[in-house]
């Protein structure tokens, strides 16, 4: 049973970088999966951020590129994520699920809530 837990700051201040972490248990972030990070702000949809692939090879949606950056640390057996510069706007549930090559997302966390004030 492939496990996943995100980790990071429950509150973050304007302009600072978030970093969240997704430890995987139960399965190696190496195999032919896409280790992604949702979120999903209050009263909104699910927001696809990005993902890593089994080579390391990344992709971002257009609407984070620029700010983003998601590594591994295959030692660990951790994805994490960068969002920088971060505003109010960036408040949501950030999650950290696994995309199989079919697009389905077949595990998720269970979330983490980020908040941005000063």
């Known amino acids: 049973q492939v496990q996943l837990q995100e980790s990071g700051p429950g509150l973050v201040k304007p302009s600072q970088t978030l970093v969240l972490t997704c430890t995987v248990s139960?399965?190696?972030?190496?195999?032919?999966?896409?280790w992604s990070w949702i979120r999903q702000p209050p009263g909104k949809g699910l927001e696809w951020i990005g993902y890593?692939?089994?080579?390391?090879?990344?992709y971002y949606s257009p609407t984070f590129e620029r700010r983003t950056s998601i590594s591994r640390d295959t030692a660990k057996n951790q994805f994490a994520l960068q969002l920088r510069s971060v505003t109010p706007e960036d408040r949501a549930v950030y999650y950290c699920?696994?995309?199989?090559?079919?697009?389905?997302?077949?595990?998720w966390g269970q979330g983490t809530q980020v908040t941005v004030s000063s």
């Open positions: 699920a696994r995309r199989t090559m079919y697009y389905d997302y077949d595990y």
């Open positions: 139960g399965g190696s972030i190496t195999t032919d999966y896409y």
């Open positions: 890593i692939g089994r080579s390391g090879d990344t």
